[in-house]
């Protein structure tokens, strides 16, 4: 697994994250950003990644509306993901995350067979990319965020992805635990945000390893599913912002390393061990 954060695409952004002793980074190329001007920085933006030796392990589109009220494809939307897999090929980016909404006027099961549709063209033009596709579990312009939708869309789509999130799971009172047993082999990307309740109520989004999250089961989890991709701190708070918030972010990454078995880890053939 590589530890990285989510940060910009200028040079200095990836030069932080070099600086941090990070090994990834994600870009997250939202809704309010223009997709065909980032792909017309795409052999930009991998020079800085080659020159500080940071690969791009992710990037996503999150808060687009991709279907319109009548449920048909929004051809801008279509687009601005194609450029985006276009960018990820260039850039040599494994994952590109998506969401698909949902059409409130429509039945759920219409909605899966407009997801399904929808996500089998991204598939269809990412495979020959060196590309994979995942669904990023929050709602945001997004309703393929649980087990009733993936048992749905992503039985129907094998190549199909996750971008889990813990966080976003306990915001629906789910059990993270129990999603990552059950589809943790479909998890293509992970989010690292920590997230404290009180009192039944939403807190604070703190920094990983001072939250109420099991990070130690979770990555007992992601172990046993032979997960090996990227594992992206995303600093989230509303309290934890300027010296403190890098505190925070320090701490985190601390915090992770000794979860995160190296690649040369070397160990004896010894009878006794397991």
């Not at 994250?17 to 980074?25: E, Q, R």
């Not at 194609?82 to 949902?102: H, R, S, T, W």
Request: hydrophobic content about 35%.
């Amino acid at each position: 697994m590589k530890l990285g954060i989510i940060n910009g695409w200028e040079e200095k952004c990836i030069k932080y994250v070099k600086d941090k002793g990070l090994d990834a980074v994600e870009f997250c190329v939202n809704h309010n950003y223009d997709a065909d001007e980032f792909l017309s920085r795409a052999n930009e933006i991998k020079g800085y990644s080659e020159k500080y030796g940071i690969p791009v392990g992710s990037m996503g589109r999150w808060g687009m509306k991709r279907i319109d009220e009548n449920g048909k494809v929004i051809p801008e939307a279509l687009h601005a993901d194609k450029a985006l897999i276009d960018a990820a090929e260039i850039i040599g980016c494994p994952v590109y995350n998506v969401g698909v909404n949902e059409v409130e006027s429509l039945g759920y099961y219409d909605n899966c067979r407009i997801a399904i549709d929808y996500l089998s063209q991204l598939l269809d033009y990412a495979r020959g990319r060196g590309v994979k596709i995942a669904t990023y579990n929050c709602d945001w312009e997004n309703f393929v965020f649980d087990d009733r939708a993936w048992s749905v869309i992503h039985t129907a789509l094998p190549e199909l992805g996750i971008k889990y999130d813990a966080s976003h799971c306990l915001s629906r009172r789910g059990d993270y635990l129990k999603e990552l047993r059950d589809w943790g082999d479909r998890v293509y990307h992970f989010h690292i945000k920590g997230v404290l309740y009180i009192d039944g109520e939403g807190y604070d989004d703190a920094p990983a390893g001072l939250d109420e999250i099991n990070w130690g089961g979770v990555m007992d989890i992601l172990y046993t599913k032979d997960y090996d991709g990227m594992l992206s701190i995303e600093p989230h708070s509303n309290y934890w912002k300027g010296r403190k918030g890098q505190w925070g972010v320090d701490f985190t990454i601390k915090y992770f390393r000794p979860f995160i078995m190296p690649e040369d880890y070397d160990y004896d053939e010894s009878p006794y061990m397991p």
